[in-house]
């Protein structure tokens, strides 16, 4: 016995079937593919290389992407016509796009590989790095070297650091994520993030597992922080803008966009909105911390 | 202890309607959850107006369109390529190894994860053939992952209509092609629909395959070769950035209510075409 | 002038049928090409049952993630064949007409529930549940496994009725006649004569739970190491592609396609062995 999908009931061979087959009739059918294969051909053939005809592509870090959105917004009000696009992808695929040409503009959260410093960059905003606990957990402070241990799994218990009795959930980021990976350039040194710990492939995913879940741990973009999570103090500096500003709290990272070369055209004009003092008052707004504050 | 026939037949009577109870409840669980949550938030507006400040504010007239034009381009795409594919097998070549290797193979590839076809897409359209992130792109990403669906239904639908059918047209003088179109056609239309139908569903549902080949743009898009983001992209995006809940719930619940509407209005047209009675 | 007509029409039919193959090849291929290189640098023994994996220091070994696919849907068979089978039961043979009318519809609406929606839901509500009332972080196997359980339901359900209720009627009037209660009847003759329709409709079932990314993606923590209890996070062979796809570079990407490769062979090896259920008769 076949599996059957429910076919249903068997149509008699009558006239009606007649009426119906002739909707489908040879005539019409042959239209209907020719037409078909003509625009698929046509379509297919005019793809090529229709790329930015008009609009740009940027792609790149996810930590990036909701404010390239806003400030491509803005820019798409201020200029009618223009058209920008923003992509996720994370900061590894952002660097790979620009440099093979297929975006514009690539979005990194992280600092430019030697094997990638041939590209062109420039700082649209600097983002701290925040180490986000659980509200009702009652540690405050924390020395980097003891994140450092409690990531590569030498700490296993909130009890050891001052607080409950209970095993801590570590949380970090994907592999190719750019705020990974400056957290393990500033924060784990020579150690490897425990392979214990959970992934999550956003900053949004980190920061609602932490406010759900008493023992979690995790980082996440500073300007991301809100009142579901409380932010540590390491070693004994509070994490807030001014004080990523005035370098006493030295866990940042710069957003940077890059590309194959020095941008031209609607690129460059994009570019120069965002880092105008227009562009860098929207993402000082949304709690980033602009290049020229404070110089 | 041997459980009496009676108390056996009251003891599954009970576990089996209560696990069809079950069922319904989980249903109810996840559905009315999110259309409580998520109804009140479509309105006019919602479904008008393209999606401004990461999503925060605005529509998603934008993401609705873009799923509506990568689904159609998948299907109109597969559709035609699939169901000949399906006839070619079963008319026109005899039941020997290679089809049964084409047919193995299309089962398998049918099962697939979707994510696998997000690479193959973003490698190969995206790339290489430098479709960029465009519906275009995504559509044909899907197109092919429905494909093997819809060769295996029609090819199964077609299968099952009787020799009988075939046999009359031949003998009433009928050609090959006549008999394909005037006799097996109509009769396999349904089957055929319910694997174009569970590819719709598959192409409006979509999420890993689409957010790596037809892109994340929130703008609306103008042509095929305009990124897009799809609703249940759009829907990923918002819950997981946490940008903003009440939209996403918006966006998920129209998406269910989008794909019932697809379902019911697909099972009524094929209703239409077939005639009725044994 | 018929004639004519009938070869470019049989013509027209192996140019789409060549074209659509060719393409299906094409992928085949593709994922062999770009996955077999770092099989042979690896080698197939390390790659398959390599214990590490960390792209990064480049380890490769994938077989934290096989544990991860294999308990995940192992969790979720046992959960979701049970159910669905009764329920199957229940529409073909225990609900009266005007109610299996309202059922099968709204199980058919189970269906068309995205999957990332799934995976929110069970985030908010499956995965705390388990967090606070069984311990661990909440993401873990057993959340997934009951989130691909509720995934597969449909299928199962809607595949199984369909045999159940194309078997021939004399089977059960038979039965009836002999003086067989209703449940002896479907255990002792109506299941055992469906039997390799309903075996067809657990695998393809078992199939999608295997290939399902999102959902899982979203309840099950991702971790890399090997999971130790059904309450620890874990990580499928299909999250690891969907975590670091973004990631596409180099040998990353290439064991990324291998390990798309081992999962074509998973679902290849499934459907032989369906395929030989269901011949044998």
Redesign the interface.
Known sequence: ??????TGLMPCFNVKNMKIALMFS?PKRRIY?TVFILVFAVSLLSACGSMNKSGIIVAGSTSIQPYAEVLAEEYMILHPGAMIDIQ???S??GI?AAQSGTSNLGMSSRVLKDEEKSLWYVEIARDGLAVIINPANPVQNLTLDQVSDIYSAKITDWSQLGGTKAKI?VITR???SGTRDAFVNLVMGES?I????????SNG?VR??VA??P??IGFISLGLVDETVKALQLDGVAATRENVMNGSYNLSRPFLFVAQTEPTGQTKEFLDFVLSAEGQQMLVNEGLISPTEGT | MKIS??N??RI??I??????L???V??L???I??LIKGVPEISWQFLTEIPRNMGRSGGISSSIVGTLLVTAVAVIIAT???V??A???T??TREGKITRI?R??????S??????????G???FVMYLKLGWSILSGGLTLA?MI??TI?RTSEEAIRTVAYQYREVSFSLGG???QT?TKAVFPSAIRGIAVGVILGI?RC?????AVI?TAGSALRMPDSIFSPTRTM?EH??IL??EGISMEK?YGT?AL??IL??II?VVANMLVNRFVAKGR | M?IN??KI??L???L??L???S???L??I??FI?GVPIITKVGLFNFVFGM??????GAYGIF?MIIGSVSVTLGAAILGV??AI??S???AE??PAALSNL?RP?????????????G??G?L?V??AI?NYLGG???SILAGSIILA?MI?PTI???AE??LL?LPRQYKEGAYALG?????T??SVLLPAAK??IV??IILGI??A?????AV??VL?????IPQSIL??A?TL?TN?????????GE?QQA??AT?IV??VI??G???FA?YV?RR?
């Not at chain 2, 099962?111 to 193959?120: H, K, W």
Request: with cysteine; net charge neutral.
């Open positions: 016995m076949s599996i059957k999908m429910s040879r593919t996720g992808g994370g590894s695929a790979m959930h994907e592999d190719g490897n425990t392979p214990r710990a959970i992934v999550q492939d995913a609602q597992l759900d879940d023992n979690a | 026939a009676r056996a037949q599954a009577k576990l089996i309607w209560a696990s069809a079950l069922v319904i989980i249903l669980a996840i559905v959850f999110i035609p390529f699939g000949g594919t006839f070619y097998l008319e026109y084409i193995f193979s299309a089962e398998s590839l099962g697939i994860p979707s994510i696998v076809y997000g690479l193959f973003f490698i190969f092919v494909l093997p060769i050609t090959k092609w394909i569903g409006v549902a979509e999420t890993a790596l249940a829907f990923y819950a997981r996403a998920a998406l269910i794909i019932f379902n | 018929k007509k009938e029409s049989g027209l039919f192996l789409i049928a074209s659509a193959l393409v299906l090849a992928i085949t593709f994922i770009k590490v994996w960390d792209p990064s220091h934290p049970p159910v009764c329920c039961i229940f529409l225990f609900a059922v709204a199980i058919q609406l189970l269906a068309a529930i995205p999957s990332v929606v799934y929110f839901w985030l509500f995965v705390p967090r972080p909440g993401l509720i339901l359900i809607s595949i369909v045999s194309s067989l209660t209703q449940w002896q479907i255990r390799s329709g067809a409709a199939g999608r295997i290939g399902e990314t999102m993606i979203m923590g991702n971790a890399v190491a620890d996070p990580r299909t592609i969907g975590i670091e796809m973004g990631y596409a570079s990353h990324l396609f798309g999962l074509l679902v290849m499934l459907n032989a395929q269901t008769k």
